[in-house]
């Protein structure tokens, strides 16, 4: 498959799944965080800050590049992983963080749950706006 038009990103502090969405097909890639074999990180009470470990800048350079030239991208997952990853490219990518179409909240689900997800959310958009170079 060749880059995708739509791109759906499931990701959370530990693992990214990426999709790559056709007609017909879907590519799945997988982005481990090396980081994240440390467990979970705890707040504690009378701490400064909100005791979240920001995501490893190597784990979201990795997510930018497996998401390569696609374009239109979703990014969902549960808790902040998703935010930090657009503003991540916000900051340093911003050719990829214009063709972010949705943050959306999702728990923990199957391929098959995020790509029929992914589908529903670019369907109406596919309809509503004018496409280039889309399969």
């Known amino acids: 498959m060749s880059a995708p038009f739509h791109m759906v ?12 969405l056709a007609h017909d097909a879907v590519q799945e890639i997988v ?7 440390k467990g979970h990180v705890h707040h504690h009470a009378g701490s400064v800050g909100s005791g979240h470990v920001a995501l ?6 990795n997510i930018s590049a497996a998401i390569g030239e696609a374009q239109e991208i979703l990014i969902v997952g549960p808790a902040a992983a998703k935010t930090a990853l657009k503003s991540f490219l916000d900051q340093h990518k911003p050719l990829q963080a214009q063709k972010v179409m949705g943050v959306e909240a999702m728990d923990h689900a199957s391929a098959a749950e995020i790509t029929a997800f992914a589908r529903r959310f670019f369907s109406p958009l596919d309809r509503m ?7």
């Open 31 to 37: 982005v481990h965080n090396a980081d994240a074999g």
């Open 56 to 61: 490893d800048k190597v784990f979201l350079e």
């Open 9 to 20: 990103v499931w990701l959370d502090h530990q693992v990214a799944r990426l999709y790559g």
């Open 129 to 135: 706006l004018p496409r280039k170079n889309k399969e």
